[in-house]
């Protein structure tokens, strides 16, 4: 064994300098340090930080005790976090009872699509009667030209089927997903990090952000597409932990029980079917079928995930390692991904596809028997294929051309900094009336703000130029993924100057922002070995940083819920003019 991987490793007979490339003492000034050699087994599996038995010696408690304790904690720590998220997201949700924003549209689309299979137009006063009769009204069948695919607006129907078609009904699955995203954040987290703590940190950032907690009470599509975006990266990278654990029981050890790279094992290896690839092609066909920039997440995740597997193979000790990608990785990697995303989609719109192709069912489902009969290519397509692709060709030209203006449409240059919100819902009342206290004096504001929580966000900007320098310097995959996923979620929206569009967009890279708050908080709390002074001041730090953001979101809390508060207080809360 030892001698195998002596022969296929030739650099280990070599000095570290000698296999260091000159590029990387360049990079020494900017704080470049090369990774220290260890165990390749634990190189492409780190093992999990745990706490030393010192802390468990000074709390009194028996190795045994400790030890099912860390055993336990990967799971009840995040699921803690998780049950503070769902009282938070669940209270009241009912609340306001009214339609707000756009859940004019997708509460009712989704209502539709449970009995017709396809949406309808309906009534000027539809919403009026919804909520006096409490949901009890007759479904239009006349069909109506909507913009996005069906499936963040069945999953809201689903809560309006196991609830009725009131406010509870269509934000319950938005609430469930938000509540679940914060669980999958924690695991994604723990994970990225090999931290218990640093992955709880994260859930616990994004429970407490008003943008997320907002979106989680409302019915629009944003967050279910943030969910199904965040559950594609989770299953990503469990595929990298499993492809990397897979090669490194693969790789010989030698006499003192170290795995030591070997070339031939790391370039001929195959990795198997890889279920979790195929879990994140099916989660990125549902966030397509939520909304099509999901599209842009596709191509990015994928991209990313090939490179994973190189730097996989070149740490094993592959001398070609993109070369034995292309061998026995990427082409399992495309059919994992891909064309399961585009099946998916596909079958989402199995509700408008088996409607009446005699004008009664979806909108243009009769488009290839009528204005596309004389087709080229309808001996090659069925009829609902043409059809379904005209409308997709419909829909493609009214997302690039949308310029109406729009009270709270913003630019994205100005998103992280939270510069233009917007209000999903506001009222006045009066002393006395609607929760307005009696002594209020003067009117109160009731409002429901898409605000991200200030003093996160802001945090966040500094945290992507950390990421981005960790990257680049320190070739930390971790900051790599983060920096991938929220270039992915926002750097397309900078294509459509001209487009109207809003702040909310930004909630699908926001569990990516929170993680990069978490590296950040991560670095200001100093490495395991660091003295105990660092350790002290690093951790006050941190701590600070964490209760300001705690504070912000408890201090804008009435913004987040639509709880009347007198005027003067919810002025006083408008800290950017643009907010007003």
């Not at 926002?490 to 109207?500: A, D, K």
Request: glycine share 8%; hydrophobic share 50%.
């Amino acid at each position: 064994m030892t001698s195998t991987a002596s022969s296929t490793d030739t650099r280990q007979g070599q000095a570290a300098d000698a296999r260091r490339p000159s590029w990387q003492h360049r990079l020494r000034r900017f704080g470049y340090t090369a990774p220290p050699r260890s165990d390749v087994r634990d190189r492409l599996v780190p093992p999990y930080a745990e706490p030393g038995p010192g802390i468990w010696a000074s709390l009194g408690l028996r190795q045994e005790v400790a030890d099912r304790f860390n055993r336990w904690s990967g799971w009840v720590g995040p699921l803690l976090v998780t049950l503070l998220a769902g009282l938070l997201r669940f209270w009241n949700l009912g609340s306001p009872k009214a339609v707000i924003f756009d859940e004019t549209y997708y509460a009712k689309d989704a209502w539709a699509l449970f009995h017709r299979g396809y949406e309808v137009n309906w009534a000027k006063n539809a919403n009026d009667l919804i909520l006096q009769r409490d949901g009890h009204v007759t479904v239009p069948s006349d069909a109506a030209y909507v913009v996005h695919p069906p499936v963040g607006k069945y999953v809201i129907g689903l809560g309006e089927w196991m609830f009725g078609f009131n406010p509870f009904g269509w934000r319950f699955m938005t609430a469930l997903l938000g509540t679940l995203s914060v669980l999958l954040l924690c695991r994604i987290g723990r994970r990225l990090f090999r931290s218990t703590f640093l992955g709880c940190l994260a859930g616990t950032l994004m429970a407490v952000d008003g943008l997320h907690f907002v979106m989680s009470r409302t019915s629009l599509l944003d967050g279910v597409l943030m969910f199904f975006v965040l559950a594609a990266f989770g299953c990503l990278v469990v595929d990298r932990d499993k492809a990397r654990a897979r090669l490194a029981a693969a790789l010989p050890a030698d006499g003192n029980g170290f795995v030591r790279p070997d070339a031939h094992i790391a370039e001929t290896t195959r990795l198997g079917l890889r279920p979790w690839r195929w879990g994140a092609g099916l989660m990125l066909g549902l966030a397509i079928g939520t909304k099509w920039n999901g599209l842009y997440v596709l191509a990015v995740f994928c991209v990313m995930a090939v490179l994973w597997d190189v730097a996989s193979r070149r740490v094993a000790g592959a001398r070609r390692p993109h070369l034995a990608v292309l061998k026995h990785d990427l082409g399992w990697a495309f059919l994992a991904t891909v064309p399961v995303a585009i099946l998916t989609y596909i079958v989402s719109w199995t509700g408008w596809i088996l409607s009446a192709t005699n004008g009664r069912g979806g909108y243009f489902r009769n488009w290839a028997a009528t204005d596309g009969k004389n087709s080229n290519w309808s001996w090659l397509f069925p009829d609902w294929w043409r059809s379904l692709w005209h409308y997709e060709h419909e829909v493609f030209e009214f997302h690039t051309h949308l310029t109406s203006p729009h009270t709270y449409q913003s630019n994205p240059w100005s998103w992280l900094v939270l510069g233009r919100p917007v209000s999903y819902f506001y009222e006045s009342p009066l002393p006395g009336k609607d929760g307005c206290p009696s002594d209020a004096g003067d009117k109160c504001a009731r409002e429901v703000l898409a605000l991200g929580t200030p003093l996160l966000w802001w945090a966040a900007c500094f945290a992507i130029l950390y990421v981005l320098w960790r990257w680049a310097f320190r070739r930390d995959w971790r900051a790599g993924a983060i920096a991938c996923a929220v270039a992915a979620g926002y750097l397309p929206w900078f294509m459509y100057q001209e487009r109207t569009i809003f702040l909310f967009y930004a909630v699908v890279f926001l569990p990516f922002l929170c993680l990069a708050v978490t590296m950040m908080i991560g670095a200001i709390l100093g490495p395991p070995g660091a003295a105990e002074r660092r350790r002290v001041i690093g951790a006050a730090g941190a701590g600070v940083l964490v209760l300001l953001i705690l504070w912000n979101f408890i201090y804008f809390w009435p913004l987040y819920t639509g709880t009347a508060i007198p005027i003067d207080q919810w002025r006083s809360r408008m800290w950017l003019d643009t907010w007003v």
